[in-house]
């Protein structure tokens, strides 16, 4: 069992930057991929970023590469996500996870594919 807890978020003016973390319980952090998703208000979950076991390889949804930025520090157990130039299209709740899908697009992006969630963070960005 992977218990994850979310820090980070708020309201936060176009163009600036951003650091969402969370943080797991447990001894495995380092067995999991550890991904970022992302839930607008009436639409579905989205894909944003995963990195791999060991913090060496990042994968990121297409469109979003370049302003956001996973990592990872297994010694704390932690992982993060960082935005620059963020967007009033950025507003939504951020989610991490916590799984092992296999290393290439259509499992990193599948939320079936992460076992444990943390509770959510809020960005809003405003004009």
């Known amino acids: 069992q992977v218990q994850l807890v979310q820090s980070g978020g708020g309201l936060v003016p176009a163009g600036g930057s951003l650091r969402l973390s969370c943080t797991a319980s447990g001894r495995t952090f380092s067995s999991y991929i550890m991904g970022w998703f992302r839930q607008a208000p009436s639409q579905e979950r989205e894909f944003v970023a995963a990195?791999?076991?060991?913090?060496?390889?990042?994968y990121y949804k297409p469109a979003l590469e370049g302003r956001f930025t996973i990592s990872r520090d297994n010694a704390k157990n932690s992982v993060h996500l960082e935005f620059n130039g963020l967007e009033p299209e950025d507003t939504a709740v951020y989610y991490c996870?916590?799984?092992?899908?296999?290393?290439?697009?259509?499992?990193?992006?599948?939320?079936?594919?992460?076992?444990?969630w943390g509770q959510g963070s809020q960005v809003t960005v405003f004009l």
């Open positions: 990195i791999g076991h060991l913090g060496t390889i990042q």
């Open positions: 996870a916590a799984g092992n899908p296999r290393w290439y697009g259509e499992q990193l992006e599948a939320a079936a594919q992460y076992q444990y």
